[in-house]
């Protein structure tokens, strides 16, 4: 007789690649009971924490995933949200997969990676990853909004750098209809930059930006746009062209009273920080010709990029291997695959990428595990209980769909005016309005 296929899975972490799997596997088994957990109470990871707040076009994706775990009687194979229940805090992995025929590690891998020129460690120079944290409202850990002054330097120019100088320049009313963290705007917007330099080490044709970050800029009112490059794209580089371009059409602009200026200087690269006590000047150590060599800074957040060899959120599993891998999603040690584990999203590729290629690699992985399964490798074992097999203690702890429901309700209810929701900050708040209890 062919063996089944895996009847209890569980998905360690719910950002987008998590919750990808799990689509791709609850079409293909519809017999299986898959469980998503999340340390957080609150589900989709970085689609909630990460993306920018002003860009719910790009967050409304959770829509299809409140589909997939919403019970209903027409969906009673809803795929189970487990959150608040940490692998390797609250239960260790090896318990874990004891009671699943097979788990899926989706826990991401999100650190900044570190300004490390002289002087970076001054006051003022700040990972972008904190002012996002505030911006963001993430509970745990829950980082103030760094104090940021009138000269800033930002270094990098992708997507994340992008973010940085749409946050530096808007005003209140250019975040209708977002769920920023409004104490952290209103901090703020107290006192906001109105000299912003932004370094790219590459020219503009290699540059990382997407182009239509940089054209979504342009809609910005009252902002002044000037830009240095280092070096033209070739003929052959159309994207490169076309990057150009939209920078160019920036300078365009007409602005009569700019209340913030943004220079973009490509081929520039910063080889020190200086001040007294704090930031005062970043030195150029590259840069194009006519740009000034030391640029007056209060204030530097770095938007260089991920640390690509940042491990897994606590390392709740040492002995694995967990080196970006392109290939297959089967989790090894010292060599060897490991039976029924497997690792999907940036856990697997290394921190980068859009959503887009979290839902590709997951499909492909989707179908590595159903050719394990068909093979025979994969399968249900009776032995194994998944979450009602847990114990009772860990059950209760876990926050249900129904009940991140119940939070997102408060959230959306406390909605500022022309905002469309007010993220709670502090976890056990959400926990509380989970369980019913009447919150302030
Ligand atoms: C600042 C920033 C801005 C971005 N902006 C965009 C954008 O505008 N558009 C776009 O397409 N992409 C954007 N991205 C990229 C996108 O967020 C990632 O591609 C994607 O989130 C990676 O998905 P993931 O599921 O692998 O990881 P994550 O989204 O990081 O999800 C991992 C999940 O695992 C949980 N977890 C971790 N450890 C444990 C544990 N031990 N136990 C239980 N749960 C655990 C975490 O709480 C989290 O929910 C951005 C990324 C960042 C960092």
């Known amino acids: 007789m062919s063996k089944l296929p895996p009847k209890h899975i569980a998905i360690v972490g719910s950002g987008p690649s998590g919750c990808f799997v799990a689509q791709s596997l609850q079409r293909a088994w519809k017999d299986s009971e898959i469980t998503v957990f999340d340390r957080f109470a609150v589900p989709y990871g970085l689609i909630r924490y990460g993306v920018a707040a002003d860009h719910q076009h790009t967050k409304a994706i959770t829509r299809q995933f409140d589909r997939m775990f919403a019970a209903s009687p027409a969906a009673p194979n809803a795929v189970r949200f487990a959150g608040n229940i940490e692998i390797g805090t ?10 699943f025929d097979l ?17 970076s460690r001054l006051p003022g120079v700040v990972p972008s990853g904190d002012i996002i944290n505030a911006l963001n409202a993430v509970p745990r850990p829950s980082i103030p909004l760094p104090e940021i002054g009138e000269r800033v330097v930002v270094v990098g120019a992708g997507n994340v750098a992008i973010d940085m100088v749409r946050f530096l320049v808007k005003t209140a009313e250019d975040y209708s209809g977002s769920d920023i963290a409004p104490e952290a705007l209103k901090q703020y917007l107290a006192s906001p930059a109105s000299n912003i330099t932004v370094l790219s080490r590459s020219p503009i044709a290699t540059a990382k930006a997407d182009v239509a970050m940089v054209k979504e800029l342009g809609k910005i009112p009252g902002v002044r746009f000037s830009v240095a490059n280092s070096s033209p794209a070739t003929e052959d580089n159309a994207l490169g062209r076309k990057r150009e371009e939209a920078f160019e059409s920036l300078t365009t602009i007409e602005v009569t009273e700019p209340r913030a ?9 910063p080889s020190k920080v200086t001040g007294d006590g704090r930031v005062g000047q970043v030195h150029l150590g590259v840069a194009p ?4 060599s030391v640029i007056p800074a ?19 599993a040492e002995e694995y291997d967990f080196g970006p891998s392109e290939g297959s999603g089967q989790v090894e040690a010292g060599g060897r695959p490991e039976a029924a ?22 499909n492909k992985v989707a179908k590595e595990i159903i050719a394990a399964s068909e093979s025979g490798e994969l399968f249900a074992n009776p032995d194994h209980g998944g979450f009602a097999a847990l114990p009772s203690t860990l059950r209760e702890q876990a926050i249900s769909f129904a009940q991140w429901q119940k939070i997102d309700a408060a959230e959306t209810e406390s909605a500022e005016t022309d905002r469309i929701r007010t993220k709670i900050l502090s976890h056990d708040a959400m926990l509380d309005i989970a369980h019913g209890a009447l919150v302030e």
């Open 90 to 99: 609250d239960i260790t992995l090896s318990e874990l997969r004891s009671h």
């Open 103 to 119: 788990v899926i590690l989706a826990s991401g891998r999100w650190r900044d990676r570190h300004l490390s020129v002289p002087g």
């Open 261 to 269: 200026h943004v220079h973009f200087i490509f081929g520039a690269e």
């Open 289 to 292: 010709a006519g740009e000034a």
């Open 298 to 316: 209060d204030t530097v957040i770095s938007a260089i990029g991920f640390d690509v060899n940042a491990p897994g959120h606590l390392n709740y």
């Open 341 to 362: 584990l497997y690792r999907v999203g940036w856990l697997k590729r290394g921190p980068v990428g859009a959503i887009p290629a979290n839902r590709a690699d997951s």
